[in-house]
């Protein structure tokens, strides 16, 4: 399992807790993923940011959530891992044509059809996770295909942060959290994502240690977006993966 920093068992400090939030609507009986959103927190931070999840799951731009639902797990000192927030970039596209071909041209290494990842991902269903494709077979490895790998357990370490802020989506500041996670594993070589909201217009690859955010990648107004890590490991591997990038603990420090 990758680990960059782990916290010593023996430090006597309080415990974090991991507090997700999922918000989904009913299609006719079908329920859709709407708005998710987790940080870590100490105890006395979790009734505000309980709060302010609930704001934000029931006012997503796409459409109202019929269901909101909750998670607080605590987390004890001595599990959680620690790294440091990527360093970030901004690629300016003047259309999505221009971001198409930046996207591909940064994957091109890494996988020998990236014009087949970059159909997976402006195609992607609405979904909560990340679509997990083989760099040696193009393939989709998720076992739930309508699911995806849902990245989850990390935060940011700050104690003193105010987590009010959670109420709204902070899309740079959240992404390169995540991507900050997700880049700790080795076999995790590359990260491209468009964000479903509509009003927002920008995207980011991570690759190479680096996260950059692309400018201009969909039109506003356009619902679509997904998310796709390209996998380098063994296929034996998949699984534990998997399992790391859903439910390690990570706390993400700021750069020195």
Same mark, same amino acid.
């Given at each position: 399992? #990758?680990?960059?920093?782990?916290?010593?068992? %023996?430090?006597? @400090?309080?415990?974090? =807790?991991?507090?997700?939030?999922?918000?989904?609507?009913?299609?006719?009986?079908?329920?859709?993923?709407?708005?998710?959103?987790?940080?870590?927190?100490?105890?006395?931070?979790?009734?505000?940011?309980?709060?302010?999840?609930?704001?934000? %799951?029931?006012?997503? $731009?796409?459409? $109202?959530?019929?269901?909101?639902?909750?998670?607080?797990? @605590?987390? +004890? *000192?001595?599990?959680?891992?620690?790294?440091?927030?990527? +360093?970030?970039?901004?690629?300016?596209?003047?259309?999505?044509?221009?971001?198409?071909?930046?996207?591909?041209?940064?994957?091109?290494? =890494?996988?020998?059809? +990236?014009?087949? !990842?970059?159909?997976?991902?402006?195609?992607? $269903?609405?979904?909560?996770?990340?679509?997990?494709?083989?760099?040696?077979? %193009?393939?989709?490895?998720?076992?739930?295909?309508? @699911?995806?790998?849902?990245?989850?357990? =990390?935060?940011?370490?700050?104690?003193?942060? &105010?987590?009010?802020?959670?109420?709204?989506?902070?899309?740079?500041?959240?992404?390169?959290?995540?991507?900050?996670?997700?880049?700790?594993? #080795?076999?995790? !070589?590359?990260?491209?994502?468009?964000? &479903?909201? $509509? &009003?927002?217009?920008?995207?980011?690859?991570?690759?190479?240690?680096?996260?950059?955010?692309?400018?201009?990648?969909?039109?506003?107004?356009? #619902?679509?977006?997904?998310?796709?890590?390209?996998?380098? %490991?063994?296929?034996?591997?998949?699984?534990?993966?998997?399992?790391?990038?859903?439910?390690? +603990?990570?706390?993400? *420090?700021?750069?020195?």
């Amino acid at each position: 399992m #990758p680990t960059q920093s782990q916290t010593g068992a %023996g430090e006597n @400090r309080p415990d974090y =807790f991991s507090v997700r939030m999922r918000a989904s609507a009913d299609h006719d009986g079908t329920t859709v993923h709407v708005s998710g959103a987790e940080t870590l927190v100490r105890e006395q931070a979790i009734g505000d940011c309980l709060t302010a999840l609930l704001t934000r %799951g029931m006012s997503h $731009p796409r459409e $109202p959530a019929d269901s909101v639902v909750f998670s607080v797990d @605590r987390i +004890p *000192e001595s599990a959680l891992q620690r790294t440091t927030r990527l +360093p970030t970039h901004v690629y300016e596209c003047a259309d999505a044509v221009a971001a198409y071909d930046y996207y591909r041209d940064r994957i091109a290494a =890494f996988v020998a059809d +990236p014009d087949k !990842v970059m159909r997976l991902l402006h195609n992607a $269903p609405q979904m909560r996770g990340a679509m997990l494709i083989s760099c040696a077979t %193009g393939e989709r490895l998720e076992p739930d295909a309508m @699911r995806g790998v849902r990245v989850s357990t =990390f935060g940011v370490a700050d104690d003193g942060a &105010d987590v009010s802020i959670y109420a709204y989506k902070q899309h740079h500041n959240e992404a390169v959290v995540l991507a900050s996670k997700v880049a700790m594993h #080795p076999d995790i !070589v590359a990260e491209l994502c468009i964000s &479903d909201d $509509p &009003d927002y217009t920008r995207g980011y690859v991570c690759a190479d240690g680096v996260y950059t955010t692309v400018t201009n990648v969909k039109q506003v107004g356009d #619902p679509h977006g997904g998310r796709v890590m390209l996998y380098s %490991g063994e296929p034996d591997d998949v699984t534990a993966c998997i399992e790391w990038l859903q439910h390690a +603990p990570v706390l993400v *420090e700021a750069r020195s």
